[in-house]
Structure formats: C-alpha cells, structure tokens
C-alpha cells in the first residue's frame, strides 16, 4: 500500500509539470463543444428561425400560379423572394451567386393552364428549378417534394374551381381540404427510461462527443511522463526497488482517471452554462447518475489502457504523440464524434462499431438523450472494459518484452 502511494505521489508531481499537454486535454474540448453546438445548432434545433433563401420568377401572372407562391409563402422551412418576370437566367444566376442563394424558381407561361395527362410531353412542365450544386442532396429533396406537393394542390384547387355547389352538394368542404395537414402530425420522442419531454439539441450531442475525444487524447501527457522516466532511468529505479510491473500500471491508471472525471464535470458543466451564454442551447442531464458514472469509468479505463500502450511502444514523445493524435483522429472520424452518425452513408455507419469512441458515445447519449440508466449503458461499458483489459495486457507484454521494467 505504501509503494502505491508513493507511486501516486510522483505521478501527480511528474503530471503537475506537464501543464501544456493538460491545457489540450481541457482548454481544446471547451472550444470544441461550444464551436460545435453554436456552428449545428440550426441542424438540430426543430424551432430554428434560420429558411432556406430561394429566388422565385413568375413569368405566368394567372391566379393559379399566385395561389401556389401564396402557398410557398406560408412555409416555414423556406423564405422566398420575387424577381422581376422578365428576369433572364443569365440575371437569375447572377443573383443567386452574388447573394449566396441556391436555389431559384422560374414559373414559366402556361402555368396556369391545366397540363396534360402526358407527362413525358416537356411543354407539361412548367417550373424550372435552378440549384446551386454545392447543395446537399438532402435539402434539394425536401424542396422538390415540397414544391411537387403543393403543385399538386394548387392543381386539384383549379380542377375543382366552379365546382363549390356539387362539392356542396356531396358534403365536401375545399376549404378543408386545402388546408395544411401539417398539425395533424404530432412529433414525440422516444426515450430509454422515464419519459420527459426533451428535444434533441446541437450541445447533446457535442458535449458527449467532444468529452470522449478528450478523454482518449491522454496519451498525449501519460506519453510524455512514460517516456521520459524509461529516458532517465526513473523505472530501472523502481524495478530495483521490487515494484511489479501491475503496480506501476495501476499507479499511471489512477492519476490520469481522476484527470478524466474532472474532465467529465468540466465538460458538463460548460454544456450547462457556457454554452447557453453564447446563445446556444443548455445540456439537460438524464436521470441515471449511476449510469454516467458507469460509462465514464469505462472510457476512462479503456483511453487509458489505450494510451498506455501507445506510449510503451513508442520510442520518443514525437513518435507517440504522432501515433496516439493520428489514431484518435481515425478513432474520432469513424466513431461519430467529428460528424454525427447519423448524416453519414450506411457502410461508414457499419464501420463505426469498431472504434471504442463510437461505444462511449453512445454510452454518453443513452444518459444525457435518451434517459437510459445503468442496464441501458451496460453493453457498451462491457465493450469498453474488454477493450481497456485487451489493452492494458498488451501494454504488460510489451513493457517486459522490451525489459522496461
């Protein structure tokens, strides 16, 4: 017990030096959760203000094609801004580019008149749609099938025009049916726990992410303190002094998953507070301490266990921080922690299961989304703390291989 404290004590005196590698370890993920949550908050936010700007030119003038801008206009999703009718294309372009607008709608003559039933014939097609081809395919589909939609409203609408007694007649309102059926949908969200109304916000999912890339970017400091005693003969000393090879990893395991847990709090404590005052929104808590603490204690574990492996392969501190910063990177990028899973292609979201990134992630998210508790978040704490052991065992054959110790 004696030996361990000891331990202790020189790895909070070697760690308390290192302060560049700790201001990484605190000051990057602070900056990347409030950059993260203010730069995505409109992607995530379901009541953003920001729209959509689009170009709109009527070359038609008939009260069909004033009824489908009318309609447009009601949107929220969406702002629309008329041109001049006589606008060319060449002018169109030109103010699309110079405004940063990517999308334009020219409705040409004829609009008004009631299309044929042949489809393939191009004079049916009455509406141009110019797209800025920087524009994710996403966007793009949303605004054609909203524009289809309400074409095909304003189309039933003059089908029906003149028709109001009969509609009567049948007991059928056209007011009614017009109207937007969007209140008829009501949204709810799905939880893992007690149900509590919370909508997903841009800082769920930054503050989760960002918090387990600091957490495995000790390698950096635990590389640094590693190496240099192997340089100094500092674990020669020790191995003469009878101190196992067990010991000493648990001496390095305990200082550095303190550091994490202050990181845990630091990082939750921005979500709570910083991030609201930069006009972002509030990280809530979920309901399952226990289950925060489970899954933090198996990042914890697993980065460390990871990060001392790097740093006893390694030769110098260059060569680790270049192999741990290359491999958290790649950890990072497959994982979902630099762009959220689910915006990624379906094979990349297959190949993220096999980063441990990916596992405290999602651990993270079952807590502060989801309101999981402890079973929720018991299989990824089993990858994790597999992982860490598969690691932390390499690390001792390793280290004896090389007669570190």
Do not use: C
Not at 148 to 175: E, F, H, P, V, W
Not at 331 to 337: C, N, P, V
Not at 361 to 379: C, Q
């Amino acid at each position: 017990m004696l030996k361990i404290l000891y331990i202790l004590k020189k790895e909070f005196l070697v760690l308390g030096r290192d302060i560049h590698s700790l201001a990484v370890l605190f000051i990057m993920p602070v900056a990347f959760i409030l950059i993260m949550s203010l730069t995505m908050r409109d992607l995530f936010a379901s009541h953003a203000v920001r729209q959509i700007k689009i170009l709109v030119v009527n070359r038609d003038r008939g009260d069909p094609s004033r009824a489908f801008i009318a309609a447009l206009e009601k949107l929220d999703t969406f702002a629309f801004h008329l041109m001049e009718a006589g606008s060319d294309l060449d002018l169109i372009r030109r103010k699309m580019f110079d405004s940063d607008i990517k999308f334009a709608l020219v409705i040409e003559k004829g609009f008004s008149l009631l299309p044929k039933p042949d489809l393939s014939d191009q004079t049916t097609r009455r509406m141009t749609l110019l797209v800025n081809p920087t524009v994710n395919r996403q966007t793009y589909l949303i605004l054609k099938n909203t524009l289809a939609a309400n074409l095909a409203k304003t189309r039933l609408a003059s089908l029906l025009k003149g028709r109001q007694d009969m509609l009567a007649y049948a007991g059928i309102d056209l007011d009614q049916i017009m109207q937007s059926t969007a209140g008829l949908i009501e949204t709810r969200y799905v939880y893992k726990g007690r149900q509590r109304f919370k909508i997903p916000t841009a800082v769920q999912q930054s503050v989760p992410a960002w918090l387990v890339f600091s957490m495995f970017f000790v390698v950096i400091p635990l590389s640094n303190t590693f190496i240099a005693e192997k340089n100094y003969g500092t674990l020669l000393r020790l191995q003469s002094m009878n101190v196992s090879t067990g010991l000493l990893l648990v001496g390095r395991l305990l200082p550095f998953f303190i550091v994490n847990l202050i990181q845990v709090v630091l990082m939750i404590l921005v979500g709570v507070f910083l991030v609201p005052l930069a006009g972002g929104d509030a990280l809530t808590m979920g309901d399952s301490y226990a289950g925060l603490l489970l899954i933090t204690t198996a990042v914890s574990f697993s980065s460390i266990s990871l990060a001392l492996l790097v740093a006893a392969v390694a030769k110098t501190t260059e060569h680790a921080t270049t192999i741990g910063g290359v491999l958290n990177i790649i950890l990072a990028a497959i994982g979902g922690i630099m762009i959220p899973k689910f915006v990624m292609p379906h094979f990349m979201q297959t190949l993220s299961v096999v980063s441990p990134m990916s596992w405290g992630l999602e651990g993270f998210l079952d807590i502060f989304l989801r309101n999981g508790n402890v079973l929720d978040v018991l299989p990824e704490f089993l990858l994790l703390f597999i992982f860490g052991v598969v690691m932390l065992g390499t690390t001792a054959v390793v280290i004896k291989k090389k007669m570190l110790l």
